[in-house]
């Protein structure tokens, strides 16, 4: 039996963009207060002084809650 080939990156850009676009409004949130709950409160951001972030298009998941958090903390942040 054969493996199936390895995706190309824009097949695979493709195949996670088609994933985010399916999830509802409610599952993105839920997903966003997750990375914010994993990153708010590991080491590597809780000491850095500087962070960059992005604002969410096309499904990603929204750091927002994250930037906000960092903002609060006295961090400098960037977005692009």
Known sequence: MT?????SRPQLRRMLR?????????EQ????QGLYRQLAQHPLFRR????SLYLPTDGEIDPRLLL??????GKATYLP
């Open 3 to 7: 493996e199936p080939a390895p995706l």
């Open 29 to 32: 949130r839920k997903a966003a």
């Open 18 to 26: 088609k994933a985010r676009r399916a999830l509802t409004p409610s």
């Open 48 to 51: 850095a002084k500087h962070i």
């Open 68 to 73: 906000r958090a960092a903002q609060r903390r």
